[in-house]
């Protein structure tokens, strides 16, 4: 399901835009797909649904269009943003919040076409390149690069990123393991490690760059190192 937003405070626009992403939709054959409409960036703040693509006007009430950006990238958003403006000099204020796109009214059917297939092409890249955790009503996007290792304790998976930070849901390590790619390796019944980080393996244990170890059970110290050397070669090292 890819999840749309349209956010303007002007109602001609808002049906103009809905009406484009559904005209696009219906002539790709997609049919998983939704469109939410907002009249100012408050509501849009404010709603439980993370979107997976977001237009923005950026001339609204406050908190205008950038100003909501802002804070949506503030929190952790990873929406794609697409400004929607006739105020083409604002271009500049969109590399701060990190904006996907920039389409200038009124609409250019060709340019917006374009933009939606770079859009979902972006989609498809992330959704092989991220794992999507369900925490209770919630979830949170993890992307594969950022994780270390995987653990499990009890009934939880435990992800342990680059930045030091740990994210835990309920699940099972076999679980995880059926989600990642070749990256990753099972080196211990309760401990699944990302290639990109081992920087080796000794006494039973694997070496990870923040001064860390994980365990790697004996039977497994061979094909680790077997699956790490052929990491390299494919990244060539």
């Not at 908190?63 to 804070?71: I, K, L």
């Not at 990123?161 to 699940?171: E, P």
Request: proline letters at 3%.
């Amino acid at each position: 399901m890819i999840k749309f937003a349209v956010c303007d405070d002007e109602p001609l626009m808002v049906r103009a835009l809905a009406a484009h992403i559904e005209n696009y939709m219906k002539e790709k054959q997609m049919t998983a797909y939704s469109v939410t409409c907002f009249s100012h960036g408050q509501p849009l703040l404010e709603a439980d649904d993370g979107f997976d693509v977001i237009f923005l006007d950026i001339c609204m009430e406050q908190p205008d269009g950038m100003e909501t950006a802002r804070q949506l990238r503030r929190r952790g958003d990873r929406s794609l943003l697409i400004f929607v403006t006739v105020l083409e000099e604002c271009v500049f204020d969109a590399f701060q919040v990190e904006a996907y796109d920039f389409l200038l009214k009124p609409l250019d059917s060709t340019r917006f076409q374009q933009t939606m297939d770079r859009a979902l092409k972006r989609l498809d890249q992330r959704a092989a390149r991220d794992i999507v955790i369900r925490r209770g009503t919630g979830c949170e996007v993890v992307p594969l690069d950022r994780i270390v290792y995987g653990e499990v304790l009890g009934r939880k998976v435990y992800l342990h990123k680059n930045d030091g930070t740990v994210v835990d849901y309920y699940s099972r390590l076999e679980d995880l393991e059926r989600r990642v790619d070749g990256r990753f390796f099972k080196c211990h019944r309760s401990y699944l490690v990302n290639l990109d980080y081992v920087r080796g393996c000794q006494d039973g244990q694997v070496m990870l760059p923040r001064g860390e170890a994980i365990p790697v059970s004996r039977l497994r110290e061979r094909a680790l190192a077997q699956a790490l050397l052929h990491h390299m070669r494919e990244r060539g090292h």
